[in-house]
């Protein structure tokens, strides 16, 4: 039996190796510099290009004879940033990384340069929250939906003890998973609370996309199902003193038509680059006459963010006017960078040690 | 001002359409009689073609003037699939697919062809459970590792209801997400308790991957920080009657080599398509020498599972041998098909209707 038992070893060695599967490589390698290497395996590609949102244009990549292609790339500002591979015309995620940008319409991988001292998205030794994935029946899309639930560390089930809830939009391609993928929501607020300059919250991370564009119906779908759902299912608090919204590009525009119709129910509206080119923001706001001195009282921060090199820093400049055209109390964070969701992580640590204060 | 909002309106639009993405493309496309259309764009591609776990060999997709290439393939036996494209010379996921297989060496998309009667990993109008993404810290692999748990309908944490425990491990380069999201393991435990056929139960599925192989270090983390992290955090059952233990191919064999070794904690040892040609393996079973008595009556199940077109069949089939040598009782479950998630996905369905009775 030992010999029989050995000799399998071998052979499934063998049919492993059978499985004729490319060279395991190491992509990407980010070294303490923060230099960065990529690397990828073919033998027949003519050319192989890295495009990422780090780099001002794509750099090419050098096979050697292997079928190895890698390139270096200078030292990196750390972040967190999406890339892809140009391999001869088709832009792919890098097939050794497992980690991977969370969209619809794109795939991408995401590459993690650490900073010297841990930055605020950064997995640090601290106690961590988790994330829940949930399925809930909406009502109103008729349909069963994926939904994500941030719950802090420590956390569990108490009806004595009451959280405050944040609801987090993705942007317009992306999915309920952005937020913590790419967006490192969870990490960022358990680093916070660690620090004590975020309260304790429970974060809900719904899927925003309504096919085929954003519609009045994911709005109806949050304030009849979603809210309704974690209010069910979650110890939080039922005030709207201690529920905020926010979100991102098409969700920082949702955050926009949700909250401000509905200011009674949330204290804290916190939109990032929104996108407000949709139907539902023009019937909402075109003729839009609300009683400033009602909102203001109702809504406690009311905040759009926006980078400077943001293709929508023109319109939000407009969202902003108009916002105060009608005397609604609105502040403003205007930063470098661009639609990216490096300024996303800014947006959101700087509006997670605002809440519920 | 609404002149100005209006104007904006149309600007974004201009912008929006400025950003140069590729057309919205619908990929796959399941039709009512099972046959699927690929689509994918590239307008200098010289070759695209599908393959996929449902196709005997890969088949040539067309290109239309407009750059879109596509192919319908013929009805396929209603199942959850992985398939990729290959574009020239690379093998690539469907951009247009957000469904992606999980794993660490491949990028594949996944196609879900429904039955005509809803199957037992189809999503269901039953109660849904939900799956929980922690971070725990290892002491024995000493880095902070994820983890996936699996809670039934209804579950909320009260310490006087207890539940028990799978332990379920992925393949060799898959990862603690491949049970979910390929598995679909929430979905099949939530049909199955909805049925009554299984016990609700928690199910943990860990990380178990540790470079550069499978490593005896994983079976050290299970028993030293998973079971006593999970133990800690959730209302379980601790005793070996209400804890189990399976997983496929490469954690398949450390299915084995944790329930075996440690039959006193395990009274169920459920391996799929075991890959058990490790250094791990060898140390622990070459001079095995158990009191088949003692195991016997500590395992209540002990099942080996594998297709009869699977490439480690002869090696599983020896790996029966051995144990029946050994005198202890083995359940070996063989059935049609290869080393795939189809198959797996049958395995748990299995395993789960067993435990815990």
Redesign the interface.
């Known amino acids: 039996?030992?010999y029989?038992?050995?000799h399998?070893?071998?052979?499934?060695?063998m049919?492993?190796g059978?499985?004729n599967?490319p060279p395991?490589i190491s992509s990407p390698d980010v070294h303490p510099d923060h230099s960065i290497s990529f690397r990828y395996y073919?033998?027949?590609?003519s050319r192989v290009l890295v495009k990422g949102e780090f780099l001002k244009s794509p750099v090419p990549m050098t096979k050697d004879t292997s079928g190895i292609w890698s390139v270096t790339v200078p030292p990196v500002q750390p972040d967190i940033y999406p890339y892809s591979f140009m391999?001869?015309?088709?832009?792919?995620?890098d097939?050794?990384n497992?980690y991977?940008f969370?969209?619809?319409?794109?795939?991408r991988s995401i590459v993690n340069i650490p900073g010297d001292q841990p930055l605020i998205h950064s997995?640090q030794?601290v106690p961590?929250g988790?994330?829940?994935?949930?399925?809930y029946?909406s009502s109103t899309l008729g349909t069963?939906r994926p939904l994500l639930v941030y719950t802090p560390p420590g956390y569990?089930?108490?009806a004595n003890k009451k959280y405050p809830v944040l609801y987090l939009i993705h942007g317009g391609s992306d999915?309920e998973e952005t937020w913590?993928r790419v967006g490192q929501a969870h990490l960022i607020a358990d680093n916070l609370i660690a620090q004590k300059k975020a309260m304790p919250m429970i974060i809900v991370m719904p899927y925003g996309n309504v096919r085929p564009k954003p519609m009045a119906d994911f709005s109806r779908d949050m304030m009849q199902d979603i809210i309704p759902f974690v209010e069910n299912n979650y110890p939080v608090l039922t005030d709207s003193r201690n529920r905020a919204v926010a979100g991102f590009s098409v969700g920082g525009g949702q955050t926009l038509n949700i909250g401000l119709m509905n200011a009674s129910h949330f204290s804290y509206i916190c939109s990032y680059a929104p996108?407000?080119?949709t139907d539902e923001?023009?019937m909402n706001?075109?003729n839009w006459s609300p009683d400033p001195a009602l909102v203001n009282q109702q809504v406690k921060l009311f905040e759009l963010y926006c980078g400077t090199e943001d293709?929508?820093y023109?319109?939000v400049k407009?969202?902003i006017?108009?916002f105060e055209?009608k005397k609604i109390n609105v502040k403003s964070t205007i930063v470098p960078g661009g639609h990216t969701w490096m300024n996303c992580k800014q947006y959101l640590a700087s509006t997670l040690q605002q809440l519920f204060k």
Chains 1, 2 share one sequence.
Request: glycine fraction near 0%.
């Open positions: 039996m030992r029989l038992l050995l399998s070893v071998v052979l499934l060695s049919q492993l059978a499985q599967r395991a073919s033998r027949t590609a391999v001869d015309s088709v832009d792919m995620a097939p050794n497992t991977v969370a969209n619809e319409r794109f795939k997995l030794e961590h988790k994330i829940s994935y949930h399925l029946e069963t569990s089930y108490d999915t913590t996108y407000t080119a923001f023009k706001f075109t293709f929508l023109e319109s407009k969202n006017l108009f055209s």
